[in-house]
């Protein structure tokens, strides 16, 4: 079945064919963060694919990742471009390193995973709480419920995690 | 500098020189071009013909490379009277034009034309923005989009800022550093009568500009403007018939690609670009090293991208670019200026082709700057680079170009002086 549902005024749409993005979103609407395990090689990967990125195998089991993590990049957006995000500035995108898996198959290599900075029910952080996340900063993942049958992983601040006394952050504030 | 011995070489020595890019020509960078792509680019091959002494029925090759924001050969052709033996318009954007012109040599060396002009005709200002609003942004989001452009990762500037930020946590590069990038190619723009902005900025002014997506202030980014631009490459038979010096192609990569293409964030070290995986079939292709190099044309569509394929092409070590671009070394005067037209800061956003352009006129000592014309008709360089004088490099033979498409996929090119 595909999915349509409309998020911050963007049309978002799953279609019929897209068989792995609807495997993926059915799993993250039950607020439970699935990744493809490969039935061969037995990694994890991330995004959706069609083949084992490392061994081209073609079958995957659909696993339940802990969706904690570390922030291993980030930015921050002032100037939005979607007319969705320009009166969301300032706004986080972030990159973060799942503990699960992290440095295999190779020493640098990890699940990233992209999402916003958001609280923990899933809406955009304010701007005192982006002044407080950096490379570093303890991530959970939480999710925004965006309609009946998808909603969208997001990171919050992990409050049962000891946080870096400092993260690192750009030196211009 | 004079070129070393041969070194190994991983492709046939034969196709070292043996094509030359004969021709270049581009329209007035602007915004608001008032003219359709069609319009543009037919100026702008015309223009390319011209400046190589080329008859239309001596082009019988066309490529083009656009994000379905240009006109396609077959139009173009028509307008100007070329009849082709071969033609094709590919997806893309930056890391095309050294793409493109290896493909030119392949068709070449086939037997499928003799003579190719490659264009990229684009109102990156006021039809489609390259910064990804308007139509662009407004699109329906669905397949790998829900992955990225549902967060508010879109634009050049977002998708490629994990990387910069990375880089500065790993390395210690500082912004001061960076925005150095952006000063010294306003230099050079400053003796460019053609660059669209012709301003020198400081480093002050840089870290003043608006923060558009931290570490990227205003500064930091690239002009959008409307413009065609058109190389023609033959043989370098072929070429020494023709009105200029040519500049001698000694190799070239096409968008090599670093792994996991479809999401690179997965391999690290992020910091890294395609640079170091191109560097590997550049330099050995080329039969030289990045310390023969005389000029570079490091694609600059944000300060830090010029850096960092300056380190990952082996112009100074892995974290160290924001000390070299800091020296002096990339200024004119300096050992190895990059960027003498400005590049896509200054002079105007081509998708990669104006700093190849600018490298092909370099080698014949001839750019166009505020030099004065001698009697025999020819500019008199004087090789004072302050504000409003020269901007010829010296003795200059040889150059590179680091094309780039984002931190995942670049390609590059060596040309010497024929």
Redesign the interface.
């Known amino acids: 079945m595909s999915i349509r549902a409309t998020?911050l005024d963007?049309?978002?749409?799953?279609?019929d064919l897209?068989g792995e993005?609807l495997e993926y979103?059915r799993h993250c609407a039950e607020h439970d963060f699935h990744l493809q395990q490969c039935d061969d090689c037995r990694l994890l990967?991330?995004?959706p694919?069609t083949a084992c990125?490392w061994c081209t195998c073609l079958t995957s089991t659909w696993t339940r990742v802990e969706g904690k993590g570390e922030v291993?990049?980030?930015?921050?957006?002032?100037?939005?471009?979607?007319?969705?995000?320009q009166a969301?500035v300032p706004?986080m995108?972030l990159?973060v390193e799942l503990d699960t898996q992290k440095g295999k198959p190779t020493e640098?290599?990890?699940?990233?995973v992209?999402?916003?900075l958001t609280t923990a029910d899933g809406t955009l952080a304010p701007p005192d709480v982006v002044r407080q996340v950096g490379?570093g900063s303890r991530m959970r993942m939480v999710f925004s419920d965006v309609g009946p049958g998808l909603s969208?992983p997001q990171w919050t601040l992990d409050e049962s995690a000891a946080q870096p006394a400092r993260p690192?952050r750009?030196?211009?504030e | 500098m004079p070129l070393p011995a041969d070194t190994d070489a991983t492709t046939p020595k034969y196709l070292r020189d043996k094509y030359a890019i004969v021709g270049v020509g581009e329209t007035t960078y602007t915004r608001g071009s008032g003219r359709t792509t069609r319009a543009m680019g037919t100026v702008a091959i015309r223009n390319a013909m011209q400046d190589a002494g080329l008859k239309p029925s001596e082009v019988d090759g066309m490529l083009s490379y656009s994000g379905n924001d240009s006109t396609p050969s077959t139009f173009l052709a028509g307008d100007l009277g070329i009849r082709l033996n071969f033609f094709m318009d590919v997806n893309g954007g930056g890391s095309s034009t050294e793409a493109l012109i290896g493909i030119a040599i392949g068709i070449m060396e086939a037997g499928m034309c003799r003579c190719v002009a490659i264009f990229r005709s684009m109102n990156g200002y006021s039809q489609v923005r390259i910064?990804?609003?308007g139509a662009r942004?407004?699109a329906?989001?669905?397949?790998?989009a829900?992955?990225?452009?549902?967060?508010?990762?879109?634009?050049a500037g977002?998708m490629f800022?994990?990387?910069f930020?990375?880089h500065?946590?790993e390395y210690g590069t500082?912004?001061e550093q960076v925005a150095m990038v952006k000063v010294v190619h306003s230099e050079h723009a400053s003796n460019n009568p053609k660059a669209f902005y012709k301003k020198r900025y400081t480093v002050d002014d840089v870290?003043n500009s608006?923060?558009?997506?931290?570490?990227l202030h205003l500064l930091d980014c690239c002009v959008e403007t409307d413009n065609a631009t058109c190389i023609i490459v033959t043989s370098a038979d072929r070429a020494r018939n023709l009105r200029h010096t040519p500049a001698l192609i000694r190799g070239v990569v096409g968008r090599c690609s670093k792994p996991?293409a479809?999401?690179h964030?997965?391999?690290?070290?992020?910091s890294r670009v395609a640079g170091y995986y191109a560097k590997d079939i550049l330099w050995p292709n080329a039969g030289v090293g990045p310390e023969d190099i005389d000029a570079v044309g490091a694609y600059d569509a944000f300060t830090f991208t010029s850096m960092l394929q300056l380190e990952d092409y082996g112009f100074c070590k892995k974290g160290e670019g924001g000390e070299y671009v800091s020296s002096g070394i990339t200024r004119l005067g300096g050992k190895r200026p990059q960027n003498t037209s400005g590049g896509h800061l200054c002079e105007g956003y081509t998708h990669g082709m104006n700093m190849v352009i600018e490298n092909v006129r370099q080698l014949r000592h001839d750019v166009d700057d505020y030099c004065p014309i001698g009697p025999d008709g020819k500019r008199q360089h004087t090789f004072d680079y302050r504000e409003g004088g020269c901007r010829q490099v010296r003795n200059i033979e040889v150059t590179a170009n680091l094309g780039w498409a984002n931190p995942l996929t670049g390609s590059a090119m060596v040309m010497r002086r024929g």
């Not at chain 1, 963007?10 to 279609?15: A, E, F, R, T």
């Not at chain 2, 829900?146 to 634009?155: A, E, I, K, N, P």
């Open positions: 998020y963007m049309p978002l749409s799953i279609d897209d993005n979103f990967r991330y995004p694919t990125p291993y990049s980030y930015e921050e957006v002032r100037h939005g471009i979607q007319p969705a995000f969301r706004y995108v990159l640098h290599e990890a699940l990233r992209i999402a916003n490379i969208l690192w750009y030196p211009q | 910064g990804g609003t942004s407004a329906p989001i669905n397949g790998d829900l992955h990225g452009r549902v967060y508010g990762w879109q634009s977002q800022a994990p990387t930020m990375r500065m946590y500082k912004p870290l608006r923060m558009i997506c931290k570490p996991r479809d999401m964030y997965q391999c690290g070290p992020i």
